[in-house]
């Protein structure tokens, strides 16, 4: 009974103290803050994806695609954009997914990770060839 509680305590004080630690020292730098400081202060997207650091998302009024592959960023019209490809990376057994866009303008790729998941990345390109189809 001593033992448990103790170690309960122990987990609990770990807890605690990482959660205010990362409250105190992350502050500002998210993933979703990460995201945000590179999109424009008027974007309102009809779409968008995000995971991690990663984001896309289209604002149809405007026509404006914002790609993020922290740290950097870009907002293009969907005609700048060349290609968009799906790729895996991997090591040690582990596989992420990827989907590289590639833009014109500034000839180079961006890269959004879609985790491991590949519904997921195909969902999230099939969206994003749609898009850039209708352009």
């Known amino acids: 009974m001593n033992s448990t509680l103790l170690a309960l305590l122990v987990f609990g004080g770990f807890s605690v103290g990482i959660w205010f630690s990362y409250r105190l020292f992350m502050r500002g730098d998210t993933n979703a803050e990460r995201v945000a400081k590179h999109l424009p202060a008027d974007f309102k997207p009809e779409w968008s994806w995000r995971y991690g650091d990663t984001y896309v998302g289209y604002e149809s009024a405007s026509d404006r ?12 019209k969907p005609r700048d954009v060349e290609s968009v490809e ?50």
């Open 65 to 76: 695609l914002a790609i993020v592959d922290y740290p950097y960023g870009t907002v293009v």
């Open 86 to 135: 799906a790729y895996d990376d991997g090591e040690m057994g582990i596989v992420h997914r990827w989907i590289g866009i590639t833009v014109a303008r500034e000839s180079k790729r961006y890269r959004l990770w879609c985790g491991m998941s590949p519904s997921r990345r195909e969902a999230v390109l099939a969206h994003l060839k749609g898009i850039l189809a209708a352009r």
